[in-house]
């Protein structure tokens, strides 16, 4: 029987979408599994939580909660071999969805019945993410959010969008790109938003990268130059269809290292997490094979990422 840890955030998500911990102990024991849970006290605890986990040589750490709670316990996981599984609980719910777990069932399946992937992972100036980074209008977007009533869900983030993309116009930052040794693009100017992503859904479901694959040693750099509100207002929403954008403001790049130079503060979120970085040049990296993942068995060639 293998003994499989829950992680969770009691706080994770809406009244109406939250699965509890001992709930998911015993929906993990029905599928035969010898379930134990560990609730996070405090921002940093499920990192500590999971690590141990691994060095007690448990069979796989389960993270409940959103994409902050998959973040901390992935933290703990990477490098150490133990697999990690995820029960979306939370109100974006990402990275869950990049592994094919959009509802709870469907996660029960994978997490049952699926196999380990190795997938990579990346840092911003060393600081771990497992799923998207995003700046500027991006970041936020979520530091609003993340002051929004939670019973709003997911929508949270569309509001949060509405009153960022009217009133904020961007940045002056000069990229850099690189595969391997190769810089393979150089830009500067102003720019609204960017998302840095080693899985394709960011922001509660909205797909900048479509194409981005957390297995495959890239990063995908989706850059927003400045456009006006009206067309940041009409085109981002796309966003959510699975389909590349296509303006002349809009590339996606990908890499395995991305340097930005930025000459004043900008809002950034780790994987949902929001805040905001200084002044100067920052170095954004991806770590090649360094965790495993629970997905269904015929990820990802079963995961619709237009109808979903």
């Known amino acids: 029987m293998q003994h499989v840890v829950i992680i969770a955030n009691p706080f994770a998500g809406t009244s109406r979408s939250r699965l509890d911990g001992e709930t998911a102990c015993k929906l993990l024991t029905s599928k035969g599994f010898r379930a134990e849970f560990r609730p996070t006290t405090g921002t940093g605890h499920a990192t500590e939580l999971s690590s141990q986990a691994a060095a007690e040589g448990v069979d796989m750490v389960v993270s409940l909660g959103g994409d902050g709670t998959v973040h901390e316990v992935a933290k703990g996981l990477a490098g150490t071999g133990t697999p990690l599984g995820v029960l979306p609980s939370g ?6 969805r990049a592994v094919g777990c959009f509802t709870i069932e469907q996660a029960l399946h994978t997490l049952s019945t699926g196999r380990d992937q190795v997938f990579d992972t990346a840092s911003l100036d060393g600081d771990f993410f497992i799923n998207t980074l995003g700046l500027l209008a991006s970041g936020l977007i979520s530091v609003r959010s993340a002051r929004l009533w939670r019973w709003l869900g997911h929508w949270r983030y569309t509001v949060a969008s509405a009153m960022t993309l009217l009133s904020y116009f961007g940045q002056d930052v000069h990229w850099r790109l690189y595969r391997g040794k190769d810089m393979v693009l150089e830009q500067k100017g102003r720019y ?10 960011t922001g509660g479901g909205f797909l900048f990268t479509p194409e981005a694959k957390p297995h495959d040693g890239l990063l995908d750099a989706c850059l927003i130059k400045g456009i006006a509100p009206w067309t940041a207002m009409s085109q981002l929403p796309k966003a959510t269809t699975g389909k590349p954008l296509q303006h002349p403001a809009i590339s996606v790049s990908p890499c395995t290292r991305l340097e930005f130079t930025v000459d004043s503060p900008v809002a950034y979120h ?8 200084a002044a100067g040049t920052h170095v954004v990296k991806i770590e090649k094979e360094s965790i495993r993942v629970r997905v269904p068995i015929g990820w990802p060639k079963d995961i619709n990422l237009e109808t979903k």
């Open 270 to 277: 780790r994987d949902g997490e929001a805040g905001f970085i």
């Open 192 to 201: 609204l938003l960017a998302e840095i992503c080693n899985a394709p859904y």
């Open 91 to 96: 109100s974006g719910n990402d990275f869950a």
